[in-house]
Every structure is written in C-alpha cells, then in structure tokens.
C-alpha cells in the first residue's frame, strides 16, 4: 500500500479477489486457550495513488452469514442473536483511510468499522506485500496479465462496544469468552484496468460494494 513514485500521480482502484481474501478474528476460550474463526466471502476495493500513499482509501463487506470456526454447533451459536445476530444483520462492513506512515512498508489507518449495525472507530496497523504481474487463462486462451497487491490489516476490539455480548461466568471470576479480538484481514486486489482489459471484470461486477467493480 505504501510505495511511491509510480503510476505518474494517477489514482488507481484496485478489486479485492474474494477467493484469496480472508478475515481470522481470535478470542480466548474458558480461560486457557483461543479459539480462531475465519469470514472468507470479502468484497471490496481499495483505491490509492502510487506517488501519495497516505490517501489510500478502502472500503469492503464481510458476509456474516458464512461465519466458520470448524465446529457447526459453535457456527451456528456465533450466527444467533447472542453474538452476529446474522438474521438481522447480515453484512459486517468497513471504511477506511491511511493516516500514519510507521515504516517503509507499514501504515496505521482510521476504519468505521461497523458490526450488528452498530459503527465504531477503529485503527488497523497495515503492511503492505508489494505487487506482482500474474497470467490470466480462460481455458487454453491467455488473456494476458494482472497486476495483483497484497497487504495485511490487524487489530484489536472489545466486541461490547458492536452489541457481541453474550457471556457466562466461571468459577474464580473467570468468562467463556474473552472481551477482547484480535483480528486480521488478508487482502489480495486485482487493478481494475486490468480486469477490464483481460475482460475478468464480469466475474468481479457489483461484487465491491455500491458497484465499485463497475466501468
């Protein structure tokens, strides 16, 4: 996200690739262990000029529907009103600009980060994993290139300030499930020239959130 000096000042979009985009949040279990779940139906964009890396701004949507931790019962309890309340609230969604540069491939960014309806401020400390030209086939055609990114956002919240309350206690003062989350996005993005160009772009349409894919 944070190299400068191409692309001559323009302002590039760039398409998040929902097959190889991930969401892992990560909360302490009875006390002594975490348990780890992952949200892999993430639709966004991400758009940035090269030469002014810290007015990239990203938006995405997170369906909460496909919550997955590995244990369908946990699933399905993480799916109710306790916790998502997904009949309700089925979207997570996400905003953001980088405001802060920490290193030479790392930013901190402001997000309004909003769960169950309800939105709150959060920052994610960034990295970026640079960029790569990758082939694109459809059967034996090659349609030529895409230039793809990479970059990893983490954080921590206290899933009381989203409505995610529901709690038992343990003897000695202990909870089920630990206030805080740490969580992590993995974002891999397709420039959206390029997807017009190879003509990608049709699997990719109305998938970024308000038509971002579109044009």
Not at 162 to 182: A, C, R
């Amino acid at each position: 996200m944070l190299p400068s000096g191409r692309g001559g000042g323009a302002v590039s979009r760039w398409i998040f690739e929902p097959g190889h985009t991930e969401a892992e949040f990560r909360a302490r279990h009875m006390m002594v262990t975490w348990v780890r779940g992952l949200f892999k139906d993430i639709h966004g964009r991400v758009e940035l000029d090269w030469d002014r890396p810290l007015e990239t701004t990203f938006r995405g949507e997170i369906d909460a529907t496909k919550i997955w931790t590995g244990e369908p019962t946990r699933d399905a309890h993480l799916r109710s009103a306790d916790f998502f309340d997904v009949e309700h609230h089925p979207r997570i969604l996400f905003e953001g600009a980088a405001i802060e540069r920490t290193g030479d491939m790392h930013a901190k960014a402001a997000v309004d980060l909003t769960i169950r309806g309800v939105t709150r401020p959060v920052i994610l400390d960034i990295a970026y994993h640079g960029q790569w030209e990758t082939p694109f086939w459809v059967g034996d055609e090659n349609r030529g290139t895409m230039r793809r990114i990479g970059f990893a956002a983490t954080t921590t919240i206290n899933r009381h300030d989203f409505k995610v309350s529901w709690q038992d206690d343990l003897p000695g003062g202990g909870v089920v499930v630990s206030n805080e989350v740490t969580v992590t996005l993995d974002v891999e993005a397709i420039n959206q020239e390029d997807l017009v160009r190879t003509g990608a772009i049709e699997q990719y349409r109305d998938q970024a959130g308000g038509g971002a894919a579109a044009g």
